[in-house]
């Protein structure tokens, strides 16, 4: 079971690398740069309002970890 789980959560991650590359690769074949997208930058691009939202929920349950992490997925301040 739990290597299962395993395999869900890689598979997770080689779809979410290969998304990124295809936004990168059409973004090169655009302007002929290559750039890396940060994750909060997507995310900003896709939904800004949910990220902002996810924001707030966080800090309200685990305040804690934002002196220590830095900002984390990009996000101001």
Request: one cysteine or more.
């Amino acid at each position: 079971m739990i290597r299962g789980f395993f395999r869900l959560i890689g598979l997770l991650l080689l779809a979410g690398g290969f998304i990124f590359m295809v936004y990168d690769g059409a973004r090169w074949v655009a302007d002929q740069t290559l750039r890396f997208t940060r994750f909060g930058q997507f995310w900003n691009d896709i939904n800004q309002a949910s990220q902002t939202a996810f924001r707030t929920w966080v800090e309200a349950k685990a305040p804690w970890p934002r002196p220590r992490c830095g900002t984390p997925s990009g996000w101001p301040g």
